[in-house]
């Protein structure tokens, strides 16, 4: 039984360095690998970040009107962004708030 064993496990390693052999000859000319579950992970990031922006953005107004009612919403200051900022039409908002 032991020897049986044995040869089995040699046929296994035998035939898997045959078939490494085979595949190191082809892997040259195999097509290479496909990019488009990396670009479709890109693009749903992409849109999760535009929506939860205007999701944001959206809230920001809401919560100003309640407080100034009628009232133009100035601009929402950057959340991640903590360097100085430049607005080109219209008011900066203040750094508190």
Do not use: C
């Not at 040259?28 to 990031?45: D, E, G, H, Q, S």
């Not at 992409?46 to 407080?67: C, M, N, P, R």
């Amino acid at each position: 039984m032991t020897t049986y064993l044995w040869r089995k496990y040699a046929d296994y390693v035998n035939t898997k360095w045959e078939k490494t052999l085979l595949w190191d000859m082809v892997e040259p000319y195999r097509r290479p690998k496909t990019f488009t579950p990396l670009v479709t992970i890109y693009i749903a990031a992409f849109y999760t970040g535009v929506i939860g922006s205007a999701i944001t953005e959206q809230l920001h107004k809401e919560k100003y009107w309640e407080d100034h009612p009628g009232q133009v919403v100035p601009l929402m200051q950057p959340k991640f962004y903590w360097g100085p900022w430049k607005v080109l039409k219209g008011e900066v908002v203040p750094p508190d708030q």
